[in-house]
Nanobody, 118 residues
Framework: QVQLVESGGGLVQPGGSLRLSCAAS????????MSWYRQAPGLERERVAT????????NYEDSVKGRFTISRDSAKNTVYLQMNSLKPEDTAVYYC???????????WGQGTQVTVSS
């Protein structure tokens, strides 16, 4: 059974930092592209950042470029999202996603709340 467990969310002031973690189990981690998505109230879920499996290619949504960093630790089957210079508009539930483009397998975590407010 595949599980993605996020942690690290919370309340932070504008300009602050948080690091989200997503621990994956029940899958071959290297075969999956790992992404972070977010969904703010009343808005559609949007992809924030992706890191592929073998090549570790990375891409970011434009609004987070230069502020967020995605990384993965294959030894721990964990993907991270380091978020710096946080803004109120970054407030959302952040979700971890694992996707395999060959098998079309797609898994989601339960989400972790990030609130940026003074």
């Amino acid at each position: 059974q595949v599980q993605l467990v996020e942690s690290g969310g919370g309340l932070v002031q504008p300009g602050g930092s948080l690091r989200l973690s997503c621990a994956a189990s029940g899958l071959t981690f290297s075969r999956y592209a790992m992404s972070w998505y977010r969904q703010a109230p009343g808005l559609e879920r949007e992809r924030v950042a992706t890191i592929t499996g073998v090549s570790a290619s990375i891409n970011y949504e434009d609004s987070v470029k230069g502020r967020f960093t995605i990384s993965r630790d294959s030894a721990k089957n964990t993907v991270y999202l380091q978020m710096n210079s946080l803004k109120p508009e970054d407030t959302a539930v952040y979700y971890c996603n694992a996707a395999n483009s060959y098998s079309r397998a797609n898994f989601w975590g339960q989400g972790t709340q990030v609130t940026v407010s003074s």
